[in-house]
């Protein structure tokens, strides 16, 4: 099939149409006479009653764009929508961070009403509290340690007044109840005598946060090594690449929430907060990666399309 043929059957459907101008139909008709399959294919055209092109084949590529550009549409709302949760978490763990209170005379009250409960009420610039209690068989003792802090979220959009924290007391234990300032310093005895207990202690911070760290990056090493191995298995690659983002959003997450500070009073809270956050993470990257692979090959495209 020639060059011409490829012309002459794409003005067809208008000379069937007489939908052409004389010149036009002056040069299909010079082409008709020599051609034999050309003549063969009007028939076909002239046998049907109306003809219709071949509307299946024209459409499937044109379908085949807009699922491609909706389901691109889609993946850069989920990735927008994504990180703007992102930003949205870490903003509100940073405004409610606990900033811990050291000991002062006017920042508690602790009153034995003699009727089996001891009462601590704080200040009012006292948003939240925790209260541990631990229990020593040899001695028979009782020890509460409090902690109180604020955050930049209560200060400016919370009031909650008053706290109080009610311990049980029976008159026959023996009570002690301790303030943990949280910042390096002794704990302060707030109730009860220290006769059986060392007259220096300090609540220290957890480093829950270091060894996760750690660990998620060997995981990337060792991936990173297996990719390297394996870089030829592309079925295998293909799930390494998949996984590696894993420790590498937990790190991302680690850096964003904590900076390089892997010390914590509030291990629970700021472990949570930054596994939600790589959870999130491994989303964005795992959307942003798609959507670049995507538009890598489609400037690919382009380019193979404008070499000669």
């Known amino acids: 099939m020639s060059n011409q043929c490829n012309l002459i059957k794409d003005i067809l459907p208008l000379y069937v149409e007489d939908m052409v101008s004389a010149d036009t139909q002056e040069f299909v008709n010079a082409h008709l006479e020599q051609c034999a399959e050309c003549r063969a294919e009007l028939e076909r055209m002239r046998g049907s009653t109306k003809f219709v092109p071949n509307i299946d084949t024209d459409i499937v590529p044109l379908k085949r764009i807009k699922k491609d550009l909706f389901i691109r549409r889609l993946q850069t709302i989920f990735f927008t929508a994504i990180v703007a949760c992102v930003v949205a978490i870490i903003a509100f763990g940073v405004l409610t961070s606990p900033a811990f209170f050291p000991y002062s005379d006017d920042l508690l009250n602790?009153?034995?009403?003699?009727?089996?409960?001891?009462?601590?009420?704080?200040d009012d610039r006292v948003t939240g509290?925790?209260?541990?209690?631990?229990?020593?068989?040899?001695?028979?003792?009782?020890?509460?340690?409090?902690?109180?802090?604020?955050?930049?979220?209560?200060l400016y959009f919370s009031n909650r007044g008053n706290q109080n924290v009610v311990i049980p007391s029976n008159g026959e234990s023996n009570i002690q109840i301790f303030f943990t300032q949280n910042n390096g310093s002794e704990d302060v005895l707030i109730y009860g005598e220290n006769n059986n207990l060392p007259q220096a202690v300090i609540t220290l911070p957890r480093q829950i946060l270091l060894p996760y760290f750690l660990l998620a990056a060997l995981a990337l090493i060792v991936l990173a090594c297996l990719r390297l191995i394996l870089r030829n298995k592309n079925a295998l690659v293909v799930w390494i690449d998949r996984i590696i983002l894993f420790p590498i959003s937990y790190m991302a997450a680690q850096l964003c929430t904590k900076g390089i500070n892997f010390t914590t009073y509030s291990s629970q809270r700021d472990f949570c907060l930054i596994v939600l956050v790589a959870i999130l993470?491994?989303?964005?990257?795992?959307?942003?990666?798609?959507?670049?692979q995507k538009k890598k090959a489609s400037m690919n495209t382009e380019r193979f399309k404008e070499q000669p």
């Open 110 to 122: 602790v009153v034995d009403n003699h009727s089996g409960e001891i009462i601590v009420t704080f």
């Open 281 to 292: 993470f491994y989303f964005a990257l795992l959307t942003g990666k798609s959507l670049y």
């Open 129 to 154: 509290y925790t209260c541990t209690k631990e229990y020593y068989e040899e001695t028979g003792s009782e020890v509460y340690r409090l902690n109180a802090w604020t955050t930049t979220w209560d």
